[in-house]
């Protein structure tokens, strides 16, 4: 790989690393080295990188800030790009905010409630990067990116820029035209609605303060660690299956909220993949449901 790196890093302009170690790129603080990590700065850096290791036959993964992703202990073979510190910037016009991918959500958030705009408190607390919560239709406490977004640049398979609206990117629970079509988000624009500064900041400190009452949110974790079932709740299921607590080296189902497995300080990447499988198994053993993970696995698991 390091021919590859070297080729890249005269060809490009974004920071390009050799061997870097991805317990430093996600929240469980968990996995091993990526072979190739990219933090892309610019598009046309980025549609190199995808021509280059197609050409190449390299693999690759798409990350933003690597909140909701848990990677193998053996590291990456391959390339990991990077959409999130080098491609974080929102513009706001009236009620329309315009954010770049990498952009987390709470920045976006944030902006929102300086500009006196509302709609978007919901989403104040959630730690990804707007590119990744467009991909997932994130949401929190009844709000959804689905919501409030008018409409998103993405980058097509065949390495076009397309501006998709709001009804062409198809959002549904957790996924949306994106996820299922494997586009990557470039940026997207927000519409919101003028409102009252106090009342914005009353509701995110209240949806903060919930936040810490009922989320683990002083350990490592990758958010809700399941999808919600049809008719069900994850954090029940598993709560009820007698696993609130349950441990697998330092990886530990939280004792706050059942839906979140989080690392306790020693946890590998190994741990926290064999606490899901074991959460999987024993929910459907006891209720016959399938509970799906929400964290993207990246590297060899099995």
Same mark, same amino acid.
Do not use: W
């Given at each position: 790989?390091?021919?590859?790196? /070297?080729?890249l890093?005269? *060809? =490009? ?10 317990k430093?790129?996600?929240?469980f ?6 072979? =190739?990590?990219? %933090? =892309?700065? *610019? ?12 050409e ?9 800030? @690597?909140? %909701? ?11 990991v790009i990077?959409?999130y ?7 706001v016009?009236?009620?329309?905010l315009?954010?770049?991918?990498g ?7 944030l902006?929102a409630? *300086? ?12 730690? @990804? ?8 239709n #994130? ?9 409030? +977004?008018?409409? #998103? ?16 990117l198809k ?8 996820s299922?079509?494997?586009?990557? +988000?470039l940026?997207?624009k927000?519409?919101?609605? /003028? ?6 900041d ?6 903060? &303060?919930?936040?810490?009452?009922k &989320? ?7 958010g ?9 709740? #994850?954090?029940?299921?598993? &709560?009820?299956s007698?696993l ?6 330092? #990886?530990?189902?939280?004792e ?27 929910v459907? !053993? !006891?209720? !016959? ?7 993207k696995?990246?590297g060899?698991?099995?």
């Amino acid at each position: 790989m390091t021919e590859i790196v /070297k080729f890249l890093r005269e *060809n =490009i302009k974004s920071e390009v690393l050799e061997n870097e170690p991805m317990k430093n790129h996600t929240s469980f603080k968990v996995g091993g080295e990526a072979d =190739i990590f990219i %933090n =892309i700065s *610019n598009v046309d850096d980025l549609v190199f990188c995808l021509k280059t290791f197609k050409e190449k036959n390299i693999p690759f993964y798409i990350i933003g800030n @690597g909140c %909701n992703t848990l990677v193998s202990d053996e590291g990456v073979r391959g390339a990991v790009i990077c959409i999130y510190s080098e491609m974080n910037k929102v513009t706001v016009d009236g009620c329309i905010l315009e954010a770049l991918a990498g952009t987390p959500m709470t920045t976006i958030a944030l902006l929102a409630k *300086n500009e006196c705009l509302t709609g978007f408190e919901f989403a104040s607390g959630i730690p @990804g990067t707007i590119g990744g919560g467009l991909a997932m239709n #994130a949401g929190a406490y009844g709000g959804e990116l689905k919501d409030v +977004v008018l409409s #998103a640049k993405v980058l097509d398979n065949d390495y076009n820029i397309i501006e998709l609206s709001n009804e062409e990117l198809k959002f549904d629970y957790r996924k949306s035209i994106i996820s299922e079509k494997k586009y990557i +988000v470039l940026s997207t624009k927000i519409k919101l609605e /003028k409102g009252n500064f106090d009342y914005i900041d009353g509701k995110m400190k209240e949806l903060s &303060q919930k936040r810490r009452e009922k &989320q683990p949110l002083e350990f490592p974790s990758a958010g809700s660690t399941f999808k919600r079932p049809v008719g069900y709740f #994850a954090g029940k299921l598993i &709560q009820d299956s007698g696993l609130k607590g349950c441990s697998v080296g330092g #990886a530990c189902v939280s004792e706050k909220h059942s839906g979140f497995i989080i690392n306790k300080g020693n946890a590998t990447a190994s741990d926290i993949y064999k606490l899901i499988k074991h959460c999987q198994k024993e929910v459907y !053993n !006891n209720f !016959n449901v399938n509970i799906e993970t929400e964290v993207k696995l990246i590297g060899d698991f099995e």
